[in-house]
């Protein structure tokens, strides 16, 4: 059966355990699509909004909820938002079927998402929000889970984690049963 458009994810990367996109291990999913097209994105491949991989929104919660071992999930991309109606009920579902932690990020600015209606959702469903465009006048990589120092990292007052120091320098790499590298974060040496 076809699922309608609407409630697939357009996904261009999972890692089912992370630890530098927020607190503690975390399942990762990178969406596909972004149109704000800040210079110096880290992630071009990720702007192309035509489909990479279809997952239904269904079967993505319960790959989460099933997921081993970790303590949250962290949504990115690509733009989350340009995905909104699949990424919040995600969100909400986690919220509602889990103690999972709920971190994602946005290209879009506080103000922005008020205008569209998803700050409220947004501040009711995650534990943090890293929010604003990357900005590459802004770059610092002593940042702790951001690119750029205009980025805001928000804890909403439903929020059930505690801030954590803005300083750090992660990175990570995760090598596939095949042998195949993917490392994560971003050195301070391109
Ligand atoms: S919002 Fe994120 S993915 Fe989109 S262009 Fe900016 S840095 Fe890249």
Known sequence: MKFQASDEFNVSHIEPATHIYGPGTRFTLWVQGCSLGCKGCWNEEMWPKRPRTLIH???LLQQILRAPNIDGITILGGEPLQQAENTLWLLAEIRKHSNLSIMTYTGYE?????QMGYWKPLLEFADIIVAGRYQEDKRNT????????NQ??????????????DESNDLEMIISEHGAITTLGYPEQQ
């Open 152 to 165: 805001q990292v928000i804890y909403p007052d439903n929020s059930r984690l505690a801030q954590y120091p």
């Open 142 to 149: 002593y940042l702790r889970w951001r690119g750029s120092e």
């Open 57 to 59: 929104r269904i079967e």
């Open 110 to 114: 506080p103000h922005e998402l008020k």
